[in-house]
């Protein structure tokens, strides 16, 4: 329930109106007052008041109570896709701080409630999140807290092996199974080349070819149909839950955790919209409408810390906020399109104006439609990147330290797009249940040039041979040489995939 | 709450990881000369959720600012430190106390809780009468402060007369005393630590000495409220210093161990009378005593002086590349069966736990 003082509960009003006055709209959004600790606990609990039990809450409650207290970071505001939007302001922060901090909670509301990325998240969220909680409880109570909290650890391992877009394929054209035609390889004729005239057949289409090729279409017909998953899987976790050994309550464990997966999914492939989306409110808000002239320099200086921008890192914050921004006065200058992109004329381009104003209309758009992906590939421009100062940087070997590699647009946005693909992640398929027709599993990364860090990647293998319980194999790159890694339950083994005995053809 | 919750749980796996390597620990140096609240920072294994995910090295990424291409990028790197090979080269800090540490030392080492011999309890209780109380027995019933309430209650009712003072109680004036009981944590054990100093103590030798004082003292805190401790450092002659000189000091000069336990035996004598304390001195030497003369009247001391008085004397030797380990052999020699006489040999760093556990095993 609100608990805002009155003061408080003024300007949540004012600044309510004056959001909804801008065109956002959103959900009502109940703000609670809540101190440092509490501000903590809701943070460790990724922003709702209660979750299932499990200790990497602790830790991350105790990293934050740890940072506040010897005053590295404080937390401003906290917010929940939810109906109604829950958000937190911290007890005893400046009014200013409580101005802004609304204002940008209002942005995210909006967000939240129209970008369709967000359209398949459960609204309320909140109530299942309590329900998980006491699910999981249930089950500690009935098969030990050890138990069940080793069971969640390896779930969490696996947590990101989600298909992120599943949620948005409306209808996927199911085959009926008992419809797929059967090609009786026999009496096909397929394999024979059109031939006009008949002296030539022999030549042409020599018998022994014919029976090679009916052989191995009748071989790779054999292995289709023993083979499962008939295609790829990208939602191991789904995967795992429907095929894996497991006992029911485990696999209501994997569905929690799986769901919570989806649920968190949107926010991770919207970040950097998001936070501008809130950022680009809250400034337009706060600096024309909200804070007094009293104000305006500790508003500037909030915005300012928040904007800032690191070397080893972009700030979601800072690259949103200025994209919209840029969007804006390109849609409102008419600077897009065919004749702009194909204006070499610098001077023309500066002084490029058409005064159409669809600014404001465009990025409303924007938020609608697009995510982090999407609106990094469409709206970052050359021009955008100089601004900004944007660079890609590598690790060097040589030297031992990150180095600035090159401020070439072309490799900053595919960087870019790369660090945002699959959020940053690994893309990991399931490829076949039944690997060396031995019922093993195997999992094949897709590489992107790009190794993952083996350390995690054994412990990972170790967590999902627990699920699966026969040995578990992975097709990766590693010291740039393609290899199966496989953990049968005893030891990790890496072999090269050209040593393998040629087998079911799965290269 | 709820999160207090998932806090227990994760110092819980916490402390079960600085159990798995409290060897390690147990010779950081740096803990030496903390205090039982003081907090020390403990780096253990991460004990991250592992996830199939990107090497940081190679990743790379896009960052803003200013510089030119090969110039280095500061700031904190996404996953600084080793991106190794092998699991554990990641690490968190946490802080525990010296406290905690003694606790999961007595449970690693299995160490018995100590039993103090005879009466004398570690605290004790009182009885104070400094209660009042409405009900009780006449024989404890308090004249002045009933006197008071009646004297309240007439004046409230008004039938008080200053001019003739009569007040007489009734039932309900009546005040008893009562009795508190008194909990004292009573500072009836002394630890005595004597540090050989002298010139054949090596740094490393000092330094295992320091190590092992500091668990002795921490477990034994942890487990006596009210402790006291002492601290002697001698070479040839004998000196008490303070706990922070104990821990930090190095002289070098003869050996003469006599003048430590002479020492010890005047602060026993003045300070420590024998049926209120229990007494543990320590003493840690490299065993090299310079006459056979002296040699002798300190075990005449132990056997005249200590052995009747203290809990347990415990005697630990470093190995010394200079020191011929004389005194242990001595000691052996002169007291087989002595069940006083706690003798530990500490050859390395690796072997401090095990003299610990050889001095605090038995639970004296």
């Not at chain 1, 401020?407 to 076949?432: E, H, M, S, Y």
């Not at chain 2, 402790?227 to 000091?249: G, N, W």
């Amino acid at each position: 329930m609100s608990n805002l003082t009155p003061e408080l509960e003024r300007e949540r009003q004012k600044i309510c109106r004056l959001a909804k006055e801008q065109g956002l709209d959103f959900f009502d959004t109940i703000f609670e007052i809540v101190n440092y600790n509490q501000m903590n606990q809701i943070a460790a609990y990724g922003g709702f008041p209660v979750r299932y039990p499990h200790w990497r809450f602790g830790m991350e409650y105790e990293q934050l109570s740890k940072s506040y207290e010897y005053g590295l970071s404080k937390i401003y505001e906290l917010v929940i896709n939810n109906d109604p939007c829950y958000a937190y302001l911290m007890e005893g922060n400046d009014i200013v701080d409580q101005k802004l901090v609304m204002a940008h909670v209002f942005g995210h509301c909006d967000f939240f409630k129209n970008n369709q990325w967000f359209s398949p998240t459960n609204r309320k969220m909140m109530d299942a999140m309590a329900n998980h909680g006491t699910r999981i409880r249930r089950y500690m109570d009935r098969y030990g807290v050890e138990v069940v909290e080793d069971f969640i650890d390896v779930c969490l391992s696996l947590e990101n092996l989600i298909d992120r877009h599943s949620p948005y394929v409306m209808d996927v054209i199911k085959e009926d199974p008992n419809k797929k035609e059967v090609v009786e390889i026999e009496k096909t004729d397929g394999f024979r080349l059109k031939v006009h005239r008949d002296y030539m057949e022999k030549f042409i289409n020599p018998p022994e070819l014919i029976a090679q090729a009916k052989a191995e279409a009748a071989e790779r017909q054999k292995f289709e149909r023993r083979h499962f998953p008939p295609e790829p899987v990208r939602d191991v976790l789904n995967f795992l839950l429907n095929y894996a050994p497991l006992e029911s309550w485990q696999q209501d464990v994997i569905s929690i955790v799986r769901e919570e997966a989806y649920y968190f999914a949107p926010q991770g492939m919207t970040k950097i919209m998001n936070e501008g989306w809130a950022s680009y409110w809250h400034s337009k808000l706060m600096t024309e409408k909200i804070a007094t002239a009293a104000e305006i320099i500790d508003f500037a200086d909030r915005h300012s810390g928040t904007m800032a921008m690191s070397p080893s890192g972009f700030n979601p914050y800072k690259v949103g906020i200025e994209l919209f921004r840029d969007i804006e006065s390109r849609w409102n200058k008419g600077r897009y399109g065919k004749e702009w992109d194909e204006c070499q004329d610098m001077s023309a381009r500066q002084t490029w104006d058409t005064k159409e104003m669809r600014g404001r209309e465009k990025i409303f758009e924007v938020r609608r439609n697009y995510n982090d992906v999407t609106f990094i590939d469409e709206f970052l421009t050359e021009e955008f990147c100089i601004q900004n100062r944007m660079f890609v940087y590598k690790f060097n070997k040589r030297t031992g330290q990150f180095e600035v590699d090159t401020r070439d647009f072309k490799a900053i946005k595919a960087k870019f797009l790369f660090q945002l693909t699959n959020f940053g992640q690994p893309i990991i398929n399931v490829i076949d249940a039944n690997f060396e027709n031995r019922g093993e599993l195997l999992l094949a990364h897709m590489f992107e040039g790009i190794e993952m860090q083996p350390d995690y990647m054994q412990a990972t293998m170790k967590n999902l041979y627990k699920i699966w319980q026969r040995p578990v194999n992975l097709a990766t790159v590693l010291d740039s040489e393609r290899r199966i890694v496989s953990f049968d339950g005893k030891e990790i083994k890496s072999i090269l995939l050209s040593d393998l005995p040629v087998g079911d053809g799965n290269s | 709450m709820g999160i207090q919750e998932d806090n227990n749980r994760f110092r819980d796996i916490v402390r079960g990881r600085i159990k798995q390597n409290f060897k390690k620990y147990v010779t950081h140096g740096e803990m030496v000369g903390k205090r039982e609240k003081d907090y020390v920072k403990i780096p253990i294994p991460s004990i991250d959720i592992p996830r199939f995910k990107y090497g940081p090295k190679q990743q790379g990424g896009v960052g803003q600012g200013t510089g030119q291409a090969g110039e280095a990028v500061d700031g904190d790197q996404p996953g600084q430190g080793q991106a190794g090979e092998n699991p554990g080269e990641h690490f968190l800090e946490v802080d525990v106390t010296i406290d905690e540490l003694a606790d999961i030392l007595g449970e690693e080492l299995a160490l018995p809780r100590i039993e103090p011999k005879g009466n004398k309890n570690t605290d004790v209780t009182t009885y104070k009468y400094s209660g009042r109380s409405p009900v009780g027995p006449e024989g404890l019933r308090h004249f002045k402060a009933s006197y008071k309430e009646a004297l309240k209650r007439s004046i409230a009712s008004g039938t008080y007369d200053p001019d003739e003072p009569f007040v007489v109680p009734i039932r309900r004036d009546l005040r008893y005393k009562t009795y508190r009981k008194v909990v004292k944590p009573q500072a009836n054990a002394v630890v005595i630590y004597m540090m050989d100093v002298s010139g054949s103590m090596g740094d490393e030798q000092k330094e295992i000495v320091r190590m092992e004082s500091f668990w002795i003292n921490a477990w034994l805190r942890r487990n006596y409220k009210g402790l006291e401790t002492r601290f002697i450092i001698h070479d040839a002659a004998a000196k008490e210093v303070d706990e922070k000189t104990f821990f930090s000091t190095s002289e070098s000069g003869g050996t003469l161990i006599s003048s430590a336990y002479k020492l010890c035996q005047k602060m026993i004598e003045e300070d420590y009378p024998l049926e209120a304390w229990n007494i543990y001195p320590f003493h840690f030497s490299d065993g090299d005593n310079w006459s056979g003369e002296d040699t002798r009247m300190c075990l005449s001391l132990l056997q005249k002086f200590f052995f009747p008085r203290v809990n347990m004397f415990g005697y630990g030797q470093v190995e010394s590349k200079y020191g011929s380990g004389q005194f242990l052999k001595d000691l052996e020699k002169t007291f087989p069966s002595e069940d006083k006489l706690v003798i530990s040999k500490i050859e390395n760093k690796e072997k401090i736990l095990q003299s610990i556990k050889d001095f605090l095993g038995k639970g004296k």
